[in-house]
C-alpha cells in the first residue's frame, strides 16, 4: 500500500468519455452505488448559499441523523463534509498506530487514510486477524462485494479493541438498503465507530455529507478537528428534510430492493450473473469482465472495473431511460 | 489557551434572538465580515447536488482559483470545503511542532487549531517575534483590526521559516477588497502558506469553500489528507462561474469600498469613530462598546462584540434595507 497516486473512482465521466469517444451522449453513469432517485428536496433558500450555516441548524441535524442512524444520542454522532474527509481524521485519532486491519477486497481509501495516519496497513479477507490490529476496518454490508459480518461478532470485535484501546471502524455506507445490522445503537462503550453516508441512499452525493458515530469522548475530539461550519448550508437544508421523511425511506427502501432484482434480471438474462452487492450495486465476477466493460462503454454506459482485480464489475442502478439504454447495450455484448 | 468549550462567532441569530426577544424581524446581521452583495451565480443543475463531483469540475476549479489569486500554477494551490477546516491540517503539516506564534489579537480558530496540532502556542503583537516559532500565522489583513503587514516583512518572515523548516501562514481572508499585498506568487520558495476565502468576498459563506496555496510538496501532502470529492458540486459550479469573473470582482470592490465609506459615515455621525477594518467589516473600539451592542441588538441589529476585548466592536457592511434599519438604531442609541 502507497500514498502515490490517487485511487481510481467510479463517478469519472470525462475519463469514460476519453475512453469511448464514439460513445453516444449522453452517458449513462453506473459506475457509482449513488441512489439514481434523488430525495425532492424543497427549494434552498438563498441564503442557505450565503449566509454561514447557523449553530442551530447543526445541531438539529445532529439531532435528527441520531435519531435516523440510530445513535444512543445526538452527542455520540458527529456531522462532516463527507465520510471521505473523515477517513484520517478518524484513523489518527488512536492512540497507538502500529497496525491497521482492513477487511480486504474494499473501498480503496480506509487503506489509504490508514497509511496516511502512519500504520503499517494489513489487507485481510479473514475477520478473525482483525482483533491483532490498533485499527480495525469492516465495510458492513462490503463495498463491492456485499459481504455482511454478522452483528454479534463486530461486537465481540470491538470488546478487545476497547480492551486494549483500539478501534473498531464499521463503515455503513450502505447500510439503509441492507440486511445488515446497524451497529450505530452499540457505541457506548467505546471501541467502536460507525461511519454512515448520506449522499448514498437519498442520491445526494455532490452536497458532501457524512457521519461518525462514536463515545461522546472520541465524537468530541472529532468535532474539535472539524470544527464550525464543516457542513454546508445546502447540505444542512437538504439532509433536515430528508432525514425526517420516515416515510420516503421505507418507500425508497422497497423501491430499490425492486430495481435490484430488475438489474439481476437484466444482467442473468445475458448468462451474467451476479455474485454479491447492495440494493444499490451489484457485483459480478466474470471472465470478460473487460470485455464487458468496454461493450457497454461503447453503448455510453459506465459501470466500474477495478484495476487490481480483472475479474470484478460494480454496476449501480440506472434511472429513467438508463433502464433501456442498459438493455440494448446488453443485447449487443457478444460474450 | 485551551481547546475547551467552543469560541464564539458571529453569524449566530438564534443566540441574538434569545438576547433580544422583544427585537424586530427579520434581524439584520452584521456580526459578520461576509459581503452582503452575494454573487449572482446561474441556476444550479440537478446533478451538482445528485452527482459525486466531478474531478474534471474539480481541475478547472483549481486552474480558475489559481489564476484568480495569483498562484504560480495550479500545482501550488488546493481547495477544501471552507478555510476553517484546512488550519488544523495546515498546523500539522510541520514537522516540528513546538511551538506557534499568532499575531493577535485575531481570528481565535488559529490559535485553537495550533493548540490541537500540539504547540504550545503564544498570541504576539510583535510580528518581529513571530520567527522565534516554528509555526507563525499572521491574518492579512487583520480580522478584526484591519492591521496590514507589509509584504517585503511577511517575505522576511517566510525566508526565516523556510531556513529552519517551519511555516509562515498567511491568512488572507479579507485580501480582495484591501490594500494588503498578497503573497499568493510568493509561496514558491517555501516556508509560506496562504490562506484564501472564497464565501467572504463573493457572499456566499454557506457553500463552504476555502484554498491553500503553497508550494506543491506541501500541497500535495494537503490533497492526500482532504482526499477525493473534498469541494461539494453546489461549490464548484458556482466558484467555477464567479472565479472566472474579472468584471464583478472589479466592480464589487469599487461598490464594497464605496459601502465602507457610508457605513464609516453614519458611524462617525453618531460620534463612533472607525479605528480600522477592511472594506467588508468596520472596527471599532470604544468605551461604550457593551451599551452600543444592546443599544442595536434591540433594534434587530447584530453586530460582533468580543468575550475577550469588552471594548472592541466589529460592523459588517448591511445591504439592502439594512441600511435604513442600522441608522435608524443608530439615530436611538444614546451613549
Known sequence: MSAGG???????????????PQAPEPWIDLSTGINPHSYPYSPLPANAFSRLPEPEAAERLRLLAARAYGAPSPAHLVAGPGTQ??????????RSRSVAAILSP??????????LAGYEVREVSDPGVLA??????????????????????????AARMRMKGGLLVVDEAFQDVSSADSLADAVES????VLRSFGKFYGMAGVRLGFAISH?????????T?????????????ANEALADRNWKRQMQERLRQDADRLDALLEAKGISVAGGTPLFRYIQHPEAQSIFNALGRHGV???????????LRIGLPGGDGWERLQYALENIRL
Not at 474494499?106 to 497509511?115: G, K, Q
Not at 491483532?132 to 462490503?142: G, I, K
Open 302 to 312: 459506465l459501470i466500474r472495473k477495478f484495476h487490481e482485480r480483472p475479474m470484478d
Open 106 to 115: 474494499t473501498y480503496a481509501e480506509h487503506a489509504r487514510a490508514a497509511h
Open 85 to 94: 474527509i473523515l477517513l484520517p481524521i478518524v484513523a489518527r485519532s488512536v
Open 226 to 238: 472539524l470544527g464550525p461550519w464543516s457542513v454546508s448550508g445546502p447540505a444542512l437544508h437538504i
Open 6 to 20: 490517487p485511487i481510481q473512482h467510479g463517478g469519472n465521466l470525462a475519463r469514460a468519455r476519453a475512453l469511448f
Open 190 to 193: 467505546g471501541g467502536l465507530l
Open 132 to 157: 491483532e490490529a490498533d485499527l480495525a476496518v469492516v465495510v458492513n454490508p462490503n463495498n463491492p462485494t456485499g459481504r455482511i459480518i454478522p452483528r454479534t461478532e463486530l461486537l465481540g470485535l
Open 216 to 224: 461522546p469522548d472520541v465524537v468530541a475530539r472529532l468535532e474539535e
